[in-house]
């Protein structure tokens, strides 16, 4: 099962997906058995996710205050222990878990600027005024950068709702491979999977 998901029919894509996980992870991630159903559009999703990194200048520490800070606002298991791992890889754990809570200490004060912006567009878009774009501005960011973090944390959001409305769970793997300041950050969404599929 992938989720509340019967498994997709093994097709030449859906066999390139498992291999690119197996390849690359060592075990097929239970969202790659959901977003098997179709997978045309996660490498679609993936495609608009590569073009806001590019035209926003994200590296790999600053995709991971994003994504750990939007998906820990919206209460997403699966994301925030995934990318908390990511981010005490190239930050710390102590940063990882820091901003899993909303604590932003250990960050530089543009990264604050990023990881605030993340959790107001996660939490409540509608309530975001001028203000809010102005200190992205005076954090160093122009236009087209707030344009391409915005995007980005969008579909990081379209990305974690699939998985948590179709009940993707976090995998196994993650209980050994998170530090565990990380894994007790995230007291929230569903709980890891039990046993590898």
């Known amino acids: 099962m992938s989720g509340f998901l019967q498994p997709p029919e093994m097709t030449s894509e859906v066999r390139r997906l498992f291999d690119d996980d197996l390849a690359e992870c060592g075990y097929v991630m239970n969202l790659t058995r959901l977003w098997a159903h179709q997978p045309d559009t996660i490498a ?34 699966y994301c925030s222990l995934a990318w908390g791992n990511k981010l005490a890889e190239s930050a710390d754990a102590r940063v990882a878990s820091g901003v899993l809570r909303g604590d932003d200490d250990g960050l530089t004060p ?82 890891i999977e039990d046993q590898p599929v």
Do not use: H
Not at 44 to 51: A, E, N, P, T
Not at 124 to 131: L, R
Not at 159 to 165: G, Q, R
């Open 44 to 77: 679609g999703l993936f495609d608009l996710l590569r073009q806001c990194v590019e035209a926003g200048g994200l590296d790999l520490r600053t995709r991971g205050i994003l994504v750990t800070a939007c998906a820990s606002a919206m209460g997403d298991s």
């Open 110 to 191: 543009r990264e604050r600027a990023l990881a605030r912006w993340a959790r107001k567009v996660a939490r409540d878009p509608n309530g975001i005024g001028q203000t809010d774009v102005l200190a992205l501005r005076e954090a160093g960011y122009d236009d087209g950068q707030i344009f391409a973090v915005t995007v980005f944390v969008a579909l990081r959001i379209a990305f974690s709702t699939v998985n948590d409305a179709l009940g993707a769970r976090p995998d196994a793997a993650l209980r050994d491979t998170a530090p565990r300041s990380v894994l007790e950050a995230v007291t929230f969404g569903r709980p």
